[in-house]
């Protein structure tokens, strides 16, 4: 499932609801960040752990994204062969042994 939130309270809705595997977030949204809404999951869904990597043009908040335990961090403009490595990276991860 593919889906797209521009706030806070859209893209916790949305992945609460659905409680993908993978999580694809951008750091700034009009409301907030995403890593209000990782914390809005923590406190709902503790045991919900999916995977994350931010795309984002912040370098500054990797340190912070380490801490939410991001599997990686991809700054914009995106690089292909980054994007490339990293969705391989998760198709390792995801798959069952």
Do not use: C, W
């Amino acid at each position: 499932m593919v889906d797209q939130a521009g706030t806070t309270k859209e893209g916790f809705s949305i992945i609460l609801k659905h409680q993908p595997e993978i999580l694809f977030l951008d750091i700034q949204l009009t409301d907030g960040s995403s890593f209000d809404i990782l914390e809005q999951l923590h406190q709902n869904q503790p045991n919900y752990k999916p995977k994350i990597v931010f795309i984002t043009a912040y370098h500054e908040y990797a340190i912070r994204a380490i801490k939410f335990s991001a599997l990686d961090y991809i700054l914009k403009p995106i690089d292909v062969t980054e994007l490339k490595n990293v969705l391989r990276k998760l198709e390792e991860t995801t798959q069952a042994p």
